[in-house]
């Protein structure tokens, strides 16, 4: 995973992480029905990092993560991607 290669590089110590992606769509599309479009509207990636480092150092990581990724570049084109990080418990801005 990339945020653990940033991680490391900014020396930043994780004791726990989990990555969820969850998507918005309506599900008539895969069935043609109403003309609803077949595609996403939206993509959320929640990021939960526990550590005892800064909550900024984890927002520098998680902006660079999110900057830097191939699938998040490939993927912005075509809909909404929304980013969420939890660090320690508490939900913080990105």
């Known amino acids: 995973m990339i945020f653990v290669r940033n991680a490391s590089l900014a020396g930043l110590s994780i004791d ?24 996403f509207d939206s993509i959320t990636v929640e990021t939960k990092v526990s550590t005892r480092d800064p909550v900024e150092r984890v927002v520098e990581v998680a902006r660079e993560t999110h900057r830097r990724r191939p699938v998040h570049a490939t993927l912005a084109r075509a809909t909404e991607i929304i980013f969420k990080l939890v660090v320690n418990g508490q939900k913080v801005p990105i």
Do not use: H
């Open 16 to 39: 726990s992480l989990e990555t969820t992606a969850t998507r918005s769509w309506d599900r008539r599309g895969l069935f043609e029905i109403d003309d609803a479009a077949p595609y």
